[in-house]
Structures are given as structure tokens and as C-alpha cells.
Nanobody, 121 residues
Framework: QVQLVESGGGLVQPGGSLRLSCAAS????????MGWYRQAPGKSREVVAR???????KYADSIKTRFTISRDNEKNMVYLQMNILNPEDTAVYYC???????????????WGQGTQVTVSA
């Protein structure tokens, strides 16, 4: 099994920045994709950004120029640097990985517990 632990959420003023971190641990053979999703009150969960094992990234159109996703393959960690935050970014942010566990022959999805990001004056 694989476990994800997120950190870095909190309260920030409009225009401010936050850096989210997610650490994957457990019986990991390899990790393909890692990413971040978010869910605002009354909204559906949406993808924010994702990154492949080779470093290829994709972003939601609304945040591509403000957020930066990165990963550390040695540490099995993924990060999300969020800049120029606005109240519309307020949501619970979830870490996501597609990982292959030791003894298994296919990848499966894992989710973190979520971390709250609130943008308000």
C-alpha cells in the first residue's frame, strides 16, 4: 500500500503565496504521475496540475501562469508552488499519485487526505 501526507495549506491574503508538499511512502516500486486536485465548496473536484515521472507538466488553464508543480523522484515527493492567490483559489487541495506497489503488476491511484487553502483578507 501507499500513503500520502500533505502539508503547507493555510490562510493567506489575496496576492500571497503558499507552497504545498506531499510525501508518498509505503511499498512503492515506482510512481508514474503525481498531481494536485482541489475542491471548493459547492464545486466538483478538479485537476490543478500534474507531472509525469519524466518531468512533463500540465496545468489547468486558469492557473498555469501562477502555479508551478515539481517533484523529487528520490524522495517520492511532489510540490505545488502557488503564487498570486485569489479568493477563487480557496479549496481543499488533494495530492494524487499513480503508483505501483511492490508485488503488484499494475498502477493504481492514491489520494491524500486533503489540505485546506483559504485566501482571504
Amino acid at each position: 500500500q501507499v500513503q500520502l501526507v500533505e502539508s503547507g495549506g493555510g490562510l493567506v491574503q489575496p496576492g500571497g503565496s503558499l507552497r504545498l508538499s506531499c510525501a508518498a511512502s509505503g511499498s512503492i516500486f515506482s510512481i508514474a504521475f503525481m498531481g494536485w486536485y482541489r475542491q471548493a465548496p459547492g464545486k466538483s473536484r478538479e485537476v490543478v496540475a500534474r507531472i509525469s515521472s519524466g518531468g512533463s507538466t500540465k496545468y489547468a488553464d486558469s492557473i498555469k501562469t501562477r502555479f508551478t508543480i515539481s517533484r523529487d523522484n528520490e524522495k517520492n515527493m511532489v510540490y505545488l508552488q502557488m503564487n498570486i492567490l485569489n479568493p477563487e483559489d480557496t479549496a481543499v487541495y488533494y495530492c494524487y499519485v499513480e503508483a505501483r506497489s511492490m508485488g503488484w503488476t499494475r498502477y493504481r491511484s492514491y489520494w491524500g487526505q486533503g489540505t485546506q487553502v483559504t485566501v482571504s483578507a
